[in-house]
């Protein structure tokens, strides 16, 4: 990340997780993340560096690694490119000369000699400037060589910032370049050695700032602060920075706050997907979708697409955190909110929009503990209220749920090992005819009148009465369907399946056979998660921890 000063706006670049890597840019404006789309676009990358000059007013990127991680056997690709931002647009630059493709590198920008610095990454010890047309190699002797060190640079005393990394094992030592060499700083207190930790200087309080990293064993969840002299520990007493390591963070100076964004975690593991700032004292988060396995079902009545749950990363004292959180996409953005009572927090249940009733209705799943629920709510985009029906499910997760708009039922079916399926009218939970397999995916056909189902061997649907056999499921055998939806204007059921090879794909049911959707050579599918119909934009919405729309 890196803030653009004559925009306002914290930039963010690429970046992934053990499956991909990405090649999105967005802005954090102070209240909201947004994506933008630029004509031209660098490469899908991780383990990048940027950094953005204020005099030419662009957002320097250079280098970074990609692995096609679908593609079983695929070597990393490290990159050498250099590329600027403008605000508008991308453009590559070829320079005469470039520093040898890497990854892990840091870079900043020298505001005293108007220059932006890189130094390390898995080529080595290299310092390279950037004076927007050529990179020129500086300094032959410095710190060792490293990688996934934290740098930032100090612009009340003119010195760029270095700690820790990877260098043989994990450093912890602290060094400062003043233009024309690196001088080892002795600080009587330090940070523990470490790798993975992000860093920015924080022209209000004259300090470099920095959060997090991994140490031999686990992620860190301090800050520390650089004056000078010495580190100080400033972690702070409020609620706390979850721990983290290879996250990203800049200063907002607009608003007088850092910004911190996403990381890893092993814990789940996962790639976390929250947003947090400081004001100089504590660390206050402000944005956190839940990472996966939350449920999601279009309003009709209010034209939102409701979210509920999934896993997240707020409390390290149990095993796998999960969220309560409510959330509501509006075709443009998702916002949270706040009901005086929410379910209790949860992963893996179902969420179904009845349009007789207006509500949207959610039962079961996992609670942090991961005990199965059996629980009932409703929600009235207001609220969420919990009904006691006199007959229920058994408690479960990851069952399949839909809207029969025909019956004016919710049909939920089966869940984790079970075959049974269940209709919800409001005010009761009724037993109906099991289905002959287990399914673990339905949606309702609006045109054909049929809850459609799938499971590892078939393909059924369901009139309200009789299961019917539809054929094989879509894939190969042995594949998963891990999201459905319906797209009533084009009258196809769609699948999101992931298979065997670890390669995800897309299918659509026409209501006699499964056709997968071939995309264009570099085109990107996701990986499954909760799917819904978004009535506003008129395109499938598929989330689990990215959101996605199809377009056919």
Request: glycine share 10%; net charge negative.
């Amino acid at each position: 990340m890196a803030w653009d000063s004559q925009r306002q706006r914290v930039l963010m670049f690429g970046g992934g997780n053990s499956s991909f890597a990405e090649a999105e840019l967005w802005e954090w404006d102070g209240v909201s993340w947004t994506e933008r789309h630029p004509a031209v676009s660098p490469s899908k990358r991780q383990n990048h560096a940027m950094a953005y000059d204020p005099v030419r007013h662009r957002l320097v990127l250079f280098g970074g690694q990609h692995r096609d991680f679908v593609t079983v056997g695929s070597p990393i690709l490290f990159l050498g490119d250099t590329w600027e931002f403008d605000g508008l647009n991308w453009l590559q630059r070829s320079p005469v000369v470039s520093p040898s493709s890497r990854s892990g590198h840091q870079m900043a920008y020298d505001s005293a000699r108007q220059r932006v610095v890189l130094f390390g990454g898995s080529s080595g010890a290299e310092t390279w400037e950037w004076d927007g047309t050529n990179w020129s190699q500086r300094a032959a002797s410095g710190p060792p060589a490293r990688a996934f060190h934290a740098m930032a640079y100090d612009s009340s005393r003119s010195r760029l910032v270095l700690m820790g990394g990877l260098s043989g094992g994990i450093v912890g030592d602290t060094w400062e370049w003043d233009g024309t060499a690196w001088l080892q700083r002795h600080p009587t207190t330090t940070p523990s050695p470490r790798w993975g930790a992000a860093m920015a200087f924080d022209p209000l309080r004259a300090r470099i700032v920095m959060s997090g990293g991994r140490d031999g064993t686990s992620e860190l969840g301090d800050t520390w602060e650089w004056d000078g002299t010495n580190w100080v520990d400033e972690s702070g007493t409020g609620a706390g920075l979850q721990s983290r390591d290879r996250h990203a963070m800049a200063f907002d100076e607009a608003r007088g706050r850092m910004v911190l964004f996403g990381g890893y975690h092993e814990r789940i593991p996962a790639t976390l997907a929250d947003t947090w700032e400081r004001n100089g004292v504590d660390w206050v988060q402000r944005l956190a979708l839940p990472l996966g396995a939350g449920a999601i079902a279009f309003d009709q009545a209010r034209s939102r697409i409701v979210l509920f749950g999934g896993f997240t990363v707020t409390d390290v004292n149990v095993a796998e955190p999960c969220s309560d959180a409510t959330w509501e996409w509006d075709g443009q953005r998702w916002a949270q909110r706040f009901p005086v009572t929410s379910p209790v927090a949860r992963r893996g249940s179902s969420l179904t929009y009845d349009s007789v009733r207006h509500r949207t209705v959610l039962f079961g799943g996992v609670d942090a503990a991961n005990t199965p629920l059996a629980d009932t709510w409703e929600w009235d985009g207001s609220e969420w209220v919990q009904s006691f029906p006199a007959t229920s499910p058994s408690a479960r997760r990851s069952q399949a749920a839909a809207f029969d708009e025909a019956r004016g039922r919710v049909v939920l079916v089966g869940g984790w090992t079970l075959s049974d399926v269940w209709e919800w009218d409001g005010t009761n939970w009724l037993a109906r005819p099991a289905p002959p397999e287990l399914l673990i995916s339905a949606s309702w056909d609006s045109v054909r009148q049929r809850t459609v189902a799938t499971g590892a061997n078939g393909t059924w649907e369901w009139d309200g009465s009789t299961w019917l056999a539809r054929g094989a499921s879509p894939g190969a055998p042995g594949d998963h369907v891990w999201g459905l939806g319906y797209d009533p204007i084009r009258r196809r059921t769609v699948a999101s399946v992931f298979t065997t090879s670890l390669s995800p794909q897309t299918w659509e049911w026409d209501g006699n056979s499964w056709v997968r959707r071939s995309v264009a050579v570099g085109v990107a599918e996701p990986n499954g998660g909760s799917m819904a119909w978004d009535g506003v934009q008129q395109r499938l919405m598929m989330f689990d921890v990215d959101t996605w729309f199809f377009e056919p």
